[in-house]
């Protein structure tokens, strides 16, 4: 017969791991785009990068994170979960 569930200690860590990551990637999307935005750039280069970081860069950046939220959120779940089903 396969084993089956998880380690809750394991997998808390995990959880908490992906949310601290998520958490760094917003924090650090928004200190780059302040800095961009605060940063005396002119030309077209400027433009193309700017039009880049907000029309793509910032966007990736923020579905990474997220994604690691949601991905956080199930992993709770999941050890909740077996919590539960190991104490009843």
């Known amino acids: ?24 990637i917003k924090s650090l999307t928004a200190k780059l ?11 077209p280069d400027a433009t193309r990068f700017r039009g880049e970081w907000d029309g793509n860069h910032k966007g990736q950046l923020a579905r990474i994170s997220a994604e690691l939220d949601t991905a956080a959120k199930h992993v709770a779940t999941n050890v909740a979960q077996q919590q539960q089903a190991s104490s009843g």
């Not at 017969?1 to 949310?19: F, V």
């Not at 785009?33 to 605060?38: A, F, I, M, N």
């Open 33 to 43: 785009d302040g800095l961009l935005k605060s940063a005396w750039w002119e030309g």
């Open 1 to 24: 017969m396969p084993k089956l569930g998880l380690d809750p200690e394991a997998l808390t860590a995990l959880q908490r791991q992906l949310k601290a990551d998520a958490d760094a």
